[in-house]
């Protein structure tokens, strides 16, 4: 099997059975397929021919060539993947990965919003003309959901229950039913009544955000809007479409919320993935304390 089969196989693989998300699948095709450059230049090998001694040496040249720990850790698990699937296949017989282990990185924890800041963010969008509701309206269901970006944008306007105060989001064939604050609830209805109307370019399309031109809001133009709204506020934390969300979970739990709880809002398959905001929420008091102790 030539290494271009290989990967169009890997990645209907992860498409349809894995059901991996789009950023996921890029990136270990991606990974692959560097790796089969690599065999064909250094080694003279193929995907499916490469052993043990060939990966090992492929993974210290990518340290080499100064990749993080962070990325070369992601490598192997793409490649462990990887060679998984072709044992499955029966394309080889053995996986030539048991020797790759990835360094131990140090859990970055994320950056927050106090809830000052958040105040500030989602004041700005002025309810003045069709984008600024639209825009309200945005901030307000992120921050109100702790919901990721690519769930934003793939909502559809019967996602949205304002009677029940809930919206449903569907991602990797489970779905979550999050509640809504008030505020978040009236601007929905804002939005969904008097602005989402005028903006749509067909009367059959169902998105709940639109650009522009009337079509699906897009996750690149979504970081342009929130990344203006950091300007125009004047937040000198670095704000990513990501930060309402880790703020979302961070604030719930600051105020009494339990893990398994935030856990089921987020969407998180392992509850380790929940536990970050604990430390969170740990370092802040501990800075705090360090700040305002008279003896500290």
């Not at 990967?7 to 498409?15: C, D, I, S, V």
């Not at 905001?277 to 304390?289: F, G, H, I, N, R």
Request: charged content about 25%; glycine content about 4%.
């Amino acid at each position: 099997m030539t290494d271009q089969e290989c990967l169009e196989q890997f990645e209907t693989y992860l498409a349809n059975v894995k059901k991996s998300s789009a950023n996921t699948l890029a990136s270990y095709v991606r990974d692959v397929r560097q790796l089969s450059d690599y065999l064909s230049t250094h080694k003279g090998d193929t995907l499916d021919t490469a052993g043990e001694n060939a990966l090992g040496e492929y993974v210290a040249w990518l340290k080499n060539s100064g990749k993080s720990v962070a990325t070369v850790s992601r490598c192997i698990a793409s490649l462990k993947c990887f060679y998984s699937f072709l044992v499955t296949e029966g394309v080889i017989d053995f996986t030539p990965t048991g020797q790759l282990v990835p360094e131990k990185t140090t859990q970055k924890l994320p950056q927050i919003l106090s809830s000052k800041e958040v105040e500030l963010l989602l004041e700005q969008p002025e309810c003045t003309d069709m984008k600024g509701y639209r825009d309200h309206a945005m901030l307000e269901l992120l921050y109100a959901t702790g919901i990721r970006v690519s769930e934003l944008i793939s909502l559809n306007v019967t996602d949205i229950n304002l009677s029940a105060g809930v919206i449903r989001c569907a991602s990797k064939e489970k779905v979550r039913i999050i509640p809504l604050y008030p505020k978040a609830i009236r601007a929905l209805s804002e939005y969904i009544e008097f602005i989402r109307p005028q903006m749509i370019g067909s009367p059959e399309e169902q998105s709940l955000f639109v650009n522009v031109s009337g079509d699906r809001m897009s996750r690149q133009g979504f970081w342009k809007i929130i990344k203006s709204y950091q300007n125009k506020a004047k937040i000198e934390k670095t704000i990513t479409p990501h930060t309402l969300r880790h703020s979302f979970a961070a604030h719930l739990l600051e105020n009494g919320a339990d893990l398994r709880s935030i856990q089921e809002m987020l969407g998180h398959a392992d509850i380790s993935s929940t536990q970050v905001y604990s430390q969170l929420v740990k370092k802040q008091l501990k800075d705090v304390y360090n700040k305002a102790h008279p003896r500290a």
